[in-house]
């Protein structure tokens, strides 16, 4: 059975920095654009980067300059790496892609900037 399970999240203070983590398993034959949304309480969520399986990025413009995202297609995990965090930044992080040609979503990883 395919899932891709989230880490790395937790509670770091403004300015900081976080790397998260989104691994897929399973039987994997295929893997297209991976993708990196968040969802704060009470907001709608949000797509926050995107990769594709060559590696191609786009980033939502709240966080351009300072989140990176990538991907190790050899370990089928995307990462998303955090600098510069600010409160605004605090959500649960989700990754999202097609797996032999079927979506799949994680868990979710929940990431909090706070003093």
């Known amino acids: 059975q395919v899932q891709l399970v989230e880490s790395g999240g937790g509670l770091v203070q403004p300015g900081g920095s976080l790397r998260l983590s989104c691994a897929a398993s399973?039987?994997?034959?295929?893997?297209?654009?991976m993708a990196w949304y968040r969802q704060a309480p009470g907001k709608e969520r949000d797509l926050v980067a995107t990769?594709?399986?060559?590696?191609?990025?786009n980033y939502a413009d709240f966080v351009k300059g300072r989140f990176t995202i990538s991907r190790d297609n050899a370990k089928n995990t995307v990462y998303l790496q955090m600098n510069s965090l600010k409160s605004e930044d605090t959500a649960v992080y989700y990754c999202?892609?097609?797996?032999?040609?079927?979506?799949?979503r994680g868990q979710g990883t929940q990431v909090t900037v706070s003093s």
């Open positions: 999202k892609t097609r797996i032999n040609g079927y979506f799949y």
């Open positions: 399973g039987r994997i034959f295929s893997i297209d654009t």
């Open positions: 990769i594709t399986s060559g590696s191609s990025t």
